[in-house]
């Protein structure tokens, strides 16, 4: 019974269909929080386990035939006190209706004083081949002073995501809430997944805060459940326990894999009679059943629901005098010699006064009735067209129309180069957004390959939420690209925006990203002359942004994945999304720490200050991989040598540098270069920001680098020599290539589709 499907999200998103929009949102909503349900069991079946009352579809016993199903099955282990119930081995704490709540288990890791570990506990859960999984309404949670936690979920869709939290003083600690100082949260997490691997790291190993934040935790759970007590929590040897007592997993349950149209065709469809059938909104298949309106009961169990006689109960009706009970409702009336329609909140009953004939008060409640009717009528129609006009407007706000519309009339440069598309236009050159014109698929979209009526290929980028943040990024990205033009930044053709996600389009890079060539790094064309070529052509780009451009353009966002090489591996700048433009007048700006992990500026993590001088650290971690064709962060490198700027100047110290570096770099290029090279990425990774060299300096120290090399045209054609050949044969090079994600056994390249940190670089724009 496994839902399996791999429908991208994609596919359910219908063009230009604004109903369905609100249709989403709406019915997304109300799955929030109802955990209250049927409380009847099938007849002859044990209703309670320990604390636990087990409603049908679910029921007590393996094979029992409680159970509407296998999924369903609880076991009751009644050696604890209370008994306590297990569903494929997870202990359930609760069943509602569409939901459970399950026992949590926590991600821990202790260190001693000199920063070994001295305990580490994963925390994983697997529901893939089961019709749960995870709800909206838990999150993820770190507590510590020197961690990073990454939460990986795979199965229908693959993600990634995470927080960081840094403090040096337990005084800074916050408690009764989750600040993001010794305790961060991701938001909700987004529905229909049901794997998730938490992995929990320290960047210190605690050395520093060992005094008061011996132990880390991660864990994911219902995010209104947890109360951060501040840093008692950090030493209270209870924490783990009362967690897990206090903060369950909320689980969304549906019946099979069909949806409610395909079920009812089945001989084994769950919803009885006076029930309706409601769709999971996973989007992946399976079904839930409810009682219609004004019936109560377990619609899951035969005969289904039954009617509720409201006038029983007093409260639950609005009779005035009379009430009839009708099958789904009731009706009011009057008694003899009253009129009325006889409800409490209507006109209720008026003894019908005889010296007024009925017959005219009906003739004249009838006129009035029906010009009333034409005037509500004439209101409607005239409201509704107007609604219908503000919702295209505020689709085309929304879309940021009108940031975009002031861009361009304020903007002189780019202008006539930036294009409207329409949406059929675009559909058109997709094929209908085709599965094998799929170029990659990123955190902000997916990208497609497009060829126009003109024949002109392009890169069509598509929004994949209609999430506001993300639509600002796309936004931002136009801004931002329209002011830019530079042979090294990849070019912005134009833009859709009367689709309900905008539709971004871009010149087409044929050749990948430097990222992926860089992890091929036995690829003819990565020699030393090409590889610095690319480090100048990138340092120009981002030096162009810093200083020339209108605004100046904070990238943020530089890495490897960022880089696109068109088929001559000329070096583009893309995937603007996080980008800033910097007002003139400010030289730094106080935002929301984004960026991708490995690559982030820890000046600016602590800090939040925003200034060029985080490209700067990024770009020299990208030229650190583009030397020594390793991943700027490894998890399986040991721990000094985890962070690859660290690595290198490390071994730059020790004095081995050719160990670290490419033997391709070692063979080809002059000593005083690679020293020279790695002198720079050490300036590059200052971790005071004042003391790194600005991009144009970096740009014109690796232009000189560049002339240089031609001077020595030897370096290229002589490398069999035997004073290289010495230096090759020193170098390992059956080293195997690092594995860049956390180490998540089978699921150890986990596609991050989401979050802020994407610790995998599959996240950009046109992956090869
Ligand atoms: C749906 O579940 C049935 C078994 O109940 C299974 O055979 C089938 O492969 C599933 N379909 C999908 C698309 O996962
Ligand atoms: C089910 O709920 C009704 C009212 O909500 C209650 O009277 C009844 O005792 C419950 N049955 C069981 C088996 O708990
Ligand atoms: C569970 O039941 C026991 C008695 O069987 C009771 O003492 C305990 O308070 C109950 N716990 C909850 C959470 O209801
Ligand atoms: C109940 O739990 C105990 C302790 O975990 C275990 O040894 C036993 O096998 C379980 N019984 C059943 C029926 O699952
Ligand atoms: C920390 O653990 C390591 C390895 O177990 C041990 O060698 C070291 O002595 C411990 N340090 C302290 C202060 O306990
Ligand atoms: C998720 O990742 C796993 C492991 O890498 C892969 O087998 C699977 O196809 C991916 N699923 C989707 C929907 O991309
Ligand atoms: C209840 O009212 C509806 C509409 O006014 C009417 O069609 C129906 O026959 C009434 N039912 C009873 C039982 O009076």
Known sequence: MAIQKNVPLLHHVAWKCCVCFIWFTISAAQTNNILKGPNITKPGCQSRCGNLTVPYPFGIGLNSGCAIGELFEVNCNTSFSPSAAYIGGIEVLEIGDGQIRVANMLATTCYNETGHLVRKVDAWMNLITSTYSFSTLNTFTIIGCDDFAV??????????????????????????????????????????????YAYLGSLNKHTTVFGFNPCSYAFLGERDKFIFRGASDFSDPTFVRRTIGSVPIVLDWVIGNLSCSAAR??????????????????????YRCSCAPGYEGNPYLAPGCQDINECEDPNTNTCEKICINTLGGYNCSCPEGHFGDGRKDGRGCIAKNKEFPVIKLSLGLGFGLLSLLMAVTWLYLGVKRRKILRLREKFFQKNGGMLLRQQLSSNEGGVESTKIFTAEELQKATNNYADERILGRGGYGTVYKGILSDKRIVAIKKSRLMDESQIEQFINEVVILTQVNHRNVVKLLGCCLEAEVPLLVYEYVSNGTLFHHIQHSRMSWMSWDNRLRIAAETAS???????????????????????????????????????????????????????????????????????????????GLVLAEIVTGKKPLCMERSEEERNLATFLIMSMKENRLFQVLDPRVVREGTLEQLQQIAELVKSCVSLNGADRPTMKEVAMELEGLKKFNLRHPWANTNQQNGQYESTRLMVNETEPLDLYTVPLSPYSDIQPLSGQYSLDSTDSVFPA
């Open 541 to 619: 780009a981002l030096s162009y942004l810093h200083s020339a451009a209108s605004k100046p353009i904070i990238h943020r966002d530089v890495k490897s994945a960022n880089i696109l090489l068109d088929e001559y591996y000329t070096a583009k700048i893309s995937d603007f999304g996080a980008s800033r433009l910097i007002p003139l007048d400010q030289t730094q700006v106080t935002t929301l720490v984004q960026g991708t992990l490995g690559y982030l500026d820890p000046e600016y993590f602590r800090t939040s200050q925003l200034t060029e001088k985080s490209d700067v650290y990024s770009f």
């Open 265 to 286: 065709k089945t001989n084994d469809y769950a919803c009885h009679s006076s029930s309706l059938c409601v769709d999971s909104d996973t989007g992946f298949g399976g």
């Open 151 to 196: 939460i990986s979920s795979s199965g229908n869709r693959n993600f990634s995501s995470g927080c960081v939290s840094l403090c040096n003083k337990v005084e800074d600690v916050l408690s009764g809430f989750c600040s993001g100082i010794g305790c961060c949260q991701t938001s909700n997490i987004p529905p229909g997944f049901n794997f998730f």
